[in-house]
């Protein structure tokens, strides 16, 4: 199991951008450096748009389980504001700072019920630490300012192999 890069206490790509292709291919990377060869890979949320794009970039990766995957772009329905527009708000460095300042029970937990994903206490206490690191909510806006969900949907009927949604 690996952190994104930026993510949880990893650091972030060199170059100050998080492109769906740049994380894969770190991942890719990462594989080739353990001659690793998954035959499934599990990804959960961001990680299941990772697994996907794995498999249709390198082959690699095997079946994807995906987990609440985030393989569409979250709002769908939505007039979409351009992402130049977006950019600059989302990687403001003082913008993960003051989140991290603000991240108390009730709204990390709010956070997280909008997952849709069942998390129990103890690991509640854990994401609260977790988003209270500016460092990681940095990647974390970083990576939603510069993926392209858009094109991982509408690549999925590309993708061979098993795509199991759970």
């Known amino acids: 199991m690996v ?8 650091r972030p790509l060199p170059g100050g951008t998080m492109q769906l292709e740049r994380v894969v291919g770190a991942l890719d990377e990462l594989l080739a450096a353990l001659e690793c060869a998954p035959t499934c890979t599990i990804g959960h ?22 987990l609440n995957g985030a393989l569409a772009p979250l709002v769908r329905h939505a007039p979409s504001l351009p992402a130049s527009l977006l950019r600059p708000f ?3 460095p003082l913008l993960p700072r003051i989140l991290s300042a603000h991240a108390s029970d009730r709204t990390v937990g709010r956070l997280l019920d909008g997952t849709g994903s069942h ?48």
Request: proline content about 4%.
């Open 3 to 10: 952190d994104l890069p930026g993510h949880g206490f990893t």
């Open 90 to 92: 989302m990687v403001n």
């Open 119 to 166: 998390i129990p206490r103890t690991q509640r206490e854990l994401y609260r630490r977790l988003f209270r690191y500016s460092g990681h909510l940095e990647g974390t806006l970083a990576m939603m300012a510069d993926w392209d969900l858009e094109s991982v949907r509408r690549d999925l009927d590309r993708l061979s192999g098993p795509l199991h949604l759970l």
């Open 45 to 66: 949320s961001a990680g299941a748009a990772i697994a996907c794009r794995l498999r249709l970039e390198t082959g690699k990766g095997g079946e994807v389980m995906a």
